[in-house]
């Protein structure tokens, strides 16, 4: 199975910046798509940002478009969102989310991590 932790949320101010950092651990073939997903109270989960096995393409919410960088460290199987020019409406539980096989030849899986809050309040 994938394991999925999630750090680096908490309170920040609007306009400012803040990393969240997103680790695979366990026992599997290869974690392929990463990304971030977002999800409010009474809200369905949206993405965030998301990037492919190389790092070589991502994708974006038009709402954090030039605020928001995904990147990962495919050897080290991680993967960060740097969040800058904050806004209230920011705020949300974000989620990591990464696709992979358990062994060759499966059918590639979907997994999530357990979220952390973000806060952008005054």
């Known amino acids: 199975q994938v394991q999925l932790v999630e750090s680096g949320g908490g309170l920040v101010q609007p306009g400012g910046s803040q990393r969240l950092s997103c680790a695979a651990s366990?026992?599997?073939?290869?974690?392929?798509?990463m990304g971030w997903y977002r999800q409010g109270p009474g809200n369905e989960r949206e993405k965030v940002a998301t990037?492919?096995?190389?790092?070589?393409?991502?994708n974006y919410a038009d709402s954090v478009k030039g605020r928001f960088t995904i990147t990962r460290d495919s050897a080290n199987n991680a993967a960060y969102l740097d969040m800058s020019s904050l806004k209230p409406e920011d705020t949300d539980v974000y989620f990591c989310?990464?696709?992979?096989?358990?062994?060759?030849?499966?059918?590639?899986?979907?997994?999530w991590g357990q979220g952390t809050q973000v806060t952008v309040s005054s």
């Open positions: 989310m990464a696709d992979y096989r358990l062994r060759l030849g499966e059918v590639i899986k979907r997994t």
């Open positions: 366990g026992s599997f073939f290869r974690i392929y798509s």
């Open positions: 990037i492919t096995t190389g790092g070589g393409d991502t």
